[in-house]
């Protein structure tokens, strides 16, 4: 599987910005897909993530009520909505597929592809 994250950019604190990840090279509707993000000298942690049947919406707790996953199968993307952007924001935004279990489904071990990273600043 072979993952194509963009819509990263440069917004003012309180914008918007809406990511996508198109994917290709295998069964899309079969995989749990996230997002993950990578701030300069920091761990890569887990935003969302939305099951295989979009079932089940999966959030870090700092993206509650700010940012929206969703998926379109039908064109194997992905989408992360973020609303009221915060300059802690900023971060290297990555896209994953994967079959995670319930335990696994907000940790990168649970992923198997991931997307190169499309950058998100945030500036206050």
């Known amino acids: 599987v072979q993952l194509q994250a963009s819509g990263g950019g440069l917004v003012q604190a309180g914008g918007s910005l809406r990511l996508s990840c198109a994917a290709s090279?295998?069964?899309?509707?079969?995989?749990?897909m996230a997002w993950f993000r990578q701030a300069p000298g920091k761990e890569r942690d887990f935003v969302a993530a939305i099951r295989w049947g979009a079932s089940s919406t999966y959030y870090v707790d700092s993206a509650k009520g700010r940012f929206t996953i969703s998926r379109d199968n039908a064109v194997s993307t992905v989408y992360l909505q973020m609303n009221s952007l915060k300059p802690e924001d900023t971060a290297e935004h990555y896209c994953?597929?994967?079959?995670?279990?319930?335990?696994?489904?907000?940790?990168?071990?649970?992923?198997?592809?991931w997307g190169q990273g499309t950058k998100v600043t945030v500036s206050s």
């Open positions: 994953a597929a994967g079959r995670p279990i319930i335990s696994t489904i907000t940790r990168r071990i649970g992923y198997n592809y």
């Open positions: 090279g295998g069964t899309f509707s079969s995989y749990s």
